[in-house]
T-cell receptor, first 112, second 117 residues
């Protein structure tokens, strides 16, 4: 599976937007970009995924670079409940291994 | 739906003891997974199953066994527990998100925190 690179940690203030970057320079044309997050003492949860164009859902937005070598997860107004480790994961659209390859992710701290 | 449930939440084992971690999902998903997460690290896949009666190894299967007799249940067995198996264990099941970009996504249970002393 192609590798992703994320900053170890980021900080934000409550009710401000947060932009979480992810580099994936070896992404293949058929890889989806998935984001999961893991709240303290909980299992990971799906946040959003995309292929080429930007995506929005009730939790977040995903902005994908034109060359697809990087993406950014956007939380429009961070809340204290958004404090978590955020994982950027690549998944092939078809086939590929069964496992989700979780790196160390980005630990987001939200200050009140 | 309860989603993915795991029992127990916490357990302390002595070296050499055995135990079974239980995992149940009520979403009728065929695919199920067991991961472990060591402190400060990402998750590593132990075993997975694509349906009742079918299981396969992940990247760290040594010291563990699984079975899948029903769609709902996917227990993980630890034989001869060792301190290296101290970790948080997560069970997950997989479904396909439909829409313009269909893709699989995994639902995780709350985890079992295991300590081997």
């Amino acid at each position: 599976d192609a590798k992703t690179t994320q900053p170890n940690s980021m900080e934000s203030n409550e009710e401000e937007p947060v932009h979480l970057p992810c580099n994936h320079s070896t992404i293949s044309g058929t890889d989806y970009i998935h984001w999961y997050r893991q709240l303290p003492s909980q299992g990971p949860e799906y946040v959003i995924h995309g292929l080429t164009s930007n995506v929005n859902n009730r939790m977040a937005s995903l902005a994908i670079a034109e060359d697809r070598k990087s993406s950014t997860l956007i939380l429009h107004r961070a809340t204290l409940r958004d404090a978590a480790v955020y994982y950027c994961i690549l998944r092939p659209t078809q086939g590929g291994s069964e496992k989700l390859v979780f790196g160390k992710g980005t630990k987001l701290t939200v200050n009140p | 739906n309860a989603g993915v449930t795991q029992t127990p939440k916490f357990r302390i084992l002595k070296i050499g003891q055995s135990m079974t971690l239980q995992c149940t999902q009520d979403m009728n998903h065929n695919y199920m997974y067991w991961y472990r997460q060591d402190p400060g690290m990402g998750l590593k896949l132990i075993y997975y199953s694509v349906g009742a009666g079918i299981t396969d190894k992940g990247e760290v299967p040594n010291g563990y066994n699984v079975s899948r007799s029903t769609t709902e249940d996917f227990p993980l067995r630890l034989e001869l527990a060792a301190p290296s198996q101290t970790s948080v264990y997560f069970c997950a099941s997989r479904t396909l998100l439909r829409g313009p970009f269909p893709a699989d996504t995994q639902y995780f249970g709350p985890g079992t925190r295991l300590t081997v002393l």
